[in-house]
Nanobody, 126 residues
């Protein structure tokens, strides 16, 4: 059974940093596209960043230059390093696996992803 478990969310001041972690189990992690998504109250879910099995990374324009995605294939763990955080980054952050063989990894669209974790809350105050 595929399972994703997120952690690392916290409350921080604007300009601060956080590192989110997502531990994956139940599938061949190194052969999948995985990514981070977020959803703020009253807003649609949006893609934040994804990484393909060949280590290509894709970022939403709103986080480019501030967020960095990386992974440890030995630990089956996906990381999201978030710097220069803004109040608009406040959201529940989720990780998930793309289930179409990586074809939609670049889209950052959650429609193509599954095995959502329970999420980890990030709150950025001004």
């Amino acid at each position: 059974q595929t399972q994703m478990v997120e952690s690392g969310g916290d409350s921080v001041q604007a300009g601060g940093s956080l590192r989110l972690s997502c531990v994956a189990s139940g599938y061949i992690y190194s052969r999948a596209c995985v990514g981070w998504f977020r959803q703020a109250p009253g807003k649609e879910r949006e893609g934040v960043a994804t990484i393909s099995s060949s280590d290509s990374t894709y970022y939403a324009d709103s986080v480019k230059g501030r967020f960095t995605l990386s992974q440890d294939n030995v630990k089956n763990t996906l990381y999201l390093e978030m710097n220069t955080l803004k109040p608009e980054d406040t959201a529940m952050y989720y990780c998930a696996v793309e289930i179409y063989g990586g074809s939609y990894c670049h889209t950052l669209q959650g429609t193509y992803f599954s095995y959502w974790g329970q999420g980890t809350q990030v709150t950025v105050s001004s």
